[in-house]
């Protein structure tokens, strides 16, 4: 618990309504209610990403090679002069994950870095003077903010337990210990080598050191491990190439790709905005209850809370900060005090609330089988359809050349087909392709007058169409191509002779 928040009184719940042990249980179960609930959250998303496999084949062939390779080889169109994979590590662990149990194995790994990333994250909440049963409320709203980090399994989730790991070093910070840094640099090595996410852990140790400044608290080291962190970027297979490609991928506008659209635009933004005033609006209580100076780590919560409304991707980061942050923030407001009375007054209708809770997550799990990592075939059971039909018939029928595939399914495709198959494109989008190629590819599947272009600036053998693709109709009536596989979702389209 923090100075300041130990110094709020704690409201005492009225006499005689339960005893201590009675108390320890209630919040208990209202924290494993909590917990069930994220977990029937996240289920929805069990679905494998797009780039679980391009992480995988580029660890695969970094295996095979003896090193992790710098050009491309999955792609027949043009590529970048290096190809700094920054997933590279994320690869290596989902590949183990795969070869030790399949797609199960893949889930698996999902559920374990999240259970660590709670595990982690209730203790610095803890350790910040959250009590449990606020703890347990607030990670309701946490999880409906944050759900959406949680695809299976997408470099985010390591970014996640990362990030808690450093909200975990600066509550340490608070209390005066500094040997966190001792751990955190080492890291923040491994962190760097698993995703770029890491450039948010740069950025709020350095916040973290401004809002030391302005408290008047010592803040020197914050910043020399701000400067040791950004050094140590280089410690990459990329080497110094990393900074490049960084500098390029931040400044990189990405307009189709919804989760980099802001928070208050697009279809997220009717589910998500919501929850997110609500989460404003309960530090604003905080703040005018208690006081900005009685809240640390407020210009935390402040710089996630923005690159969460400036970017949809970025909101489960925001989602994490502000579970571990807030409940301490409300430690004597009006806002904890009714709460607790509420939870305490009725203890029976607590425990059945919380037993109700309990049932209807595990009852939602069960329903969306949060157990089974899927490759649906058509887009209506998940956000994308797998082609694995087309695959299959590719892979009968001997066929090797060049394919041209849409941008969400390359990476599933090269990792099946690969090195018999070329990609024209995948998700690995700023990694591996310059921009022109995305260009191209969207105006061709939106049938643009000028599709034709597409197909002569880079010649296929093979075209992969879904079967709702505008362009569909214009190229099937081409004398240059005959149908060579159809299913519900894709279509497979052959250059004749």
């Given at each position: ?144 903010l944050g759900q959406i980090g949680f695809t299976t399994l997408r470099a985010q989730v390591f970014t996640l337990l990362c990030l808690a790991l450093l909200l975990w070093g600066l509550t340490e910070n608070d209390r005066g210990r500094r040997g966190w840094l001792a ?94 005033l609500v989460s404003v609006g309960l530090v604003l209580v905080a703040v005018r209850e208690r006081g900005w100076r009685e809240l640390p780590g407020l210009l935390l919560l402040a710089a996630s809370g923005y690159m969460a409304f400036s970017h949809v991707r970025h ?183």
């Amino acid at each position: 618990m923090s100075a300041s928040a130990s110094q709020v009184a704690e409201p005492a719940p009225r006499r005689g309504a339960f005893d201590r042990r009675l108390a320890r249980w209630l919040a208990g179960f209202g924290v494993v209610a909590a917990g069930l609930f994220f977990l029937a959250v996240i289920a929805r998303y069990s679905t494998l990403g797009i780039d679980v496999w391009h992480e995988m084949a580029t660890f695969r062939e970094a295996r095979e090679i003896g090193w992790l390779p710098l050009t491309d080889s999955f792609a027949y169109t043009p590529t970048v002069d290096t190809v700094v994979h920054h997933e590279w590590g994320t690869g290596a662990a989902l590949l183990a994950a795969y070869e030790w149990g399949g797609l199960p194995g893949i889930l698996t790994l999902k559920y374990l870095l999240t259970g660590l990333m709670l595990v982690v994250g209730w203790f610095v909440a803890r350790r910040r003077g959250g009590r449990p049963e606020v703890i347990a409320v607030c990670g309701l709203l946490a999880a409906l903010l944050g759900q959406i980090g949680f695809t299976t399994l997408r470099a985010q989730v390591f970014t996640l337990l990362c990030l808690a790991l450093l909200l975990w070093g600066l509550t340490e910070n608070d209390r005066g210990r500094r040997g966190w840094l001792a751990w955190w640099l080492p890291l923040f090595v491994v962190w760097l080598n698993l995703h770029a996410g890491f450039l948010v852990g740069v950025g709020l140790c350095l916040c973290y050191y401004v809002e030391q400044l302005v408290r008047r608290k010592p803040a020197m080291h914050l910043l020399a491990a701000g400067v040791v962190m950004f050094g140590l970027i280089a410690a990459n297979p990329y080497g110094l190439d990393y900074y490049s490609y960084l500098w390029r991928a931040v400044r990189m506008d990405r307009p189709d790709i919804g989760e980099w659209a802001p928070l208050y635009t697009g279809p997220q933004a009717r589910i998500l905005l919501p929850f997110f005033l609500v989460s404003v609006g309960l530090v604003l209580v905080a703040v005018r209850e208690r006081g900005w100076r009685e809240l640390p780590g407020l210009l935390l919560l402040a710089a996630s809370g923005y690159m969460a409304f400036s970017h949809v991707r970025h909101i489960s980061l925001y989602a994490l900060v502000w579970w571990c942050f807030v409940p301490a923030y409300l430690r004597g407001t009006t806002l904890e005090t009714g709460l607790l009375r509420l939870w305490y007054a009725r203890p029976r209708w607590t425990a059945a609330a919380c037993t109700g809770l309990c049932l209807l997550s595990l009852a939602v799990f069960v329903h969306r089988r949060g157990w089974e990592a899927k490759l649906p075939v058509v887009r209506e059971a998940g956000p994308v359809a797998y082609p694995r039909g087309a695959v299959d018939h590719l892979r009968a029928s001997g066929f090797h050349g060049n394919l041209l595939v849409p941008f969400e399914v390359g990476a599933y495709v090269l990792w099946e087909l690969s090195p018999q198959v070329k990609v024209s494109l995948d998700s690995r989008y700023e990694v591996a392709y310059p921009g022109e190629v995305y260009e191209a590819h969207r105006r061709f599947y939106r049938g643009e007058p000028d599709w034709r272009l597409t197909l002569d600036r880079y010649p296929a053998d093979a075209l992969l169409i879904p079967a709702a693709s505008p362009v569909l109709a214009q190229v099937a009536r081409s004398a240059d191509w005959h149908e060579a596989y159809r299913d519900p979702s894709y279509i497979v389209l052959r250059r004749r002779g």
